[in-house]
């Protein structure tokens, strides 16, 4: 285990005002999103099958979806952002192409419906091969809330705080690049496993304060490269 890791996990979680504790744990309206979010996600799949789906992000049951999601302030303030419609550019392109909505739609039901980790990451992988333009790992967010302990929340601050603590460069658009990110969490969240928790949330909320310079690290407290090689094997 690394000493410098558990030192700042412990400061992030001895912190009254870190979104450890005033997101993560003893939280009900935390608990009931997940409910509400499983809801809504059943409601966009109904809708897209049943060509109900309109082609902008304005009053569709996924901006309820979204909704839900960034009433997670402490976490996801901006979650929406990547899936307003933006006309000029077309994107994300689930809006006007049916083709990609419906595709959208089957990748939500088949993650929705998935029972195990290989399940989900075949479906992302098969997402990402439809190549639908502006529609990136900003979806994991709403995963998230389906499948906690197997797919990590995903924003800027999660993916700055990852490269600030591991002295990486993660891009932020690319799933491929999600996908590595996420090995490496999960691989630090089984070995911190007795300081975090199984869902997911826990390290991506270290992340986030680490992103988003409310947890400061010293320089000391980088991890050094044979710790950072461990954790990613």
């Known amino acids: 285990m690394s000493e410098h ?7 992030y979680k001895q912190d009254q005002q870190s979104v450890y504790n ?45 909704t839900c999601i960034t009433e997670q302030k402490q976490v996801f303030e901006g979650a929406s952002h990547p899936f307003y419609w933006k006309p000029k550019l077309r994107i994300p392109d689930i809006y006007e192409n049916e083709g990609n909505k419906q595709a959208f739609g089957q990748f939500l039901e088949n993650c929705l419906n998935s029972k195990s980790e290989e399940q989900i990451l075949r479906e992302i992988i098969k997402l990402d091969n439809v190549k639908i333009k502006g529609l990136g790992p900003a979806v994991a967010s ?25 002295k990486d460069k993660k891009k932020l658009g690319s799933w491929s690049e999600y996908l590595k990110l996420r090995e490496v969490m999960i691989n630090t969240n089984n070995q911190q496993r007795s300081e975090l928790s199984s869902d997911l949330g826990a390290i991506a909320g270290l992340l986030f304060e680490i992103g988003t310079q409310k947890l400061v690290l010293g320089a000391d407290e980088y991890l050094s490269e044979p710790e950072r090689k461990k954790l990613k094997n």
């Open 142 to 166: 709403i995963l998230y809330f389906l499948h906690p302990t197997i797919i990590p929340p995903f924003n800027t601050a999660i993916i700055n705080g990852f490269n600030f603590l591991f």
């Open 5 to 11: 890791l558990s030192h700042i996990i412990q400061q």
């Open 22 to 66: 005033t997101w993560f744990i003893n939280n009900d309206e935390r608990l009931k999103a997940f409910r509400s979010i499983r809801r809504g996600v059943l409601q966009v799949i109904e809708d897209i099958k049943n060509k109900r789906f309109p082609n902008d992000f304005k009053g569709t049951s996924l901006e309820f979806v979204l």
